[in-house]
C-alpha cells in the first residue's frame, strides 16, 4: 500500500488547519522558548518545525515500528516540507527576478527610485 500523502494532509487539516500556516505559529512559539539558546534576530523556521517533526515520527516508527501511524505521519510531514521548500524557492526566485527588473530600470534611467 502507498501512503497518499494529500488525503492524510487533507485529513489533518481538518484538525489542527492550513499546513503553512500551523508551522508558522509553531515557528513563533518554540523560537519563543528558545529566545534564550539562540542569537539575537535568530528564529526557527517554518520548515525547520517540519524537520523536527519528521524526525520526531521516525523515532517514533524507531521504537515501535508496527504502529503504522508514525510512518504514515512522517511521510505526510516529509510532503508539507517539500511543498514548503518549493514554495521558498518560487519565493526566492520572484524576488530575485524583480531585484534584477529594478536594477535595469535603473541602469536605463527608467526607474522610479531617485537617485
Known amino acids: 500500500m502507498s501512503i497518499d500523502t494529500d488525503k492524510v494532509i487533507k485529513e489533518r487539516g481538518y484538525h489542527y ?29 517554518k ?9 520526531m515520527k521516525g523515532l517514533r516508527a524507531f521504537n515501535n515500528s508496527t504502529h503504522l501511524d508514525s510512518w504514515v505521519d512522517a511521510a505526510g510531514y516529509a510532503d508539507i516540507g517539500h511543498v514548503l521548500g518549493e514554495m ?3 519565493k526566492s526566485k520572484t524576488r530575485d527576478q524583480q531585484l ?3 536594477a535595469e530600470e535603473k541602469q536605463e534611467g527608467n526607474s522610479l527610485y531617485l537617485d
Open 47 to 55: 520548515e525547520e518545525c517540519v524537520a523536527m517533526f519528521v524526525c
Open 17 to 45: 488547519g492550513i499546513p503553512a500556516d500551523f508551522f508558522e505559529q509553531l515557528s513563533l512559539v518554540w523560537t519563543g522558548l528558545m529566545k534564550q539558546k539562540l542569537e539575537p534576530g535568530q528564529k526557527i523556521s
Open 88 to 90: 521558498k524557492i518560487e
Open 100 to 102: 534584477l527588473k529594478d
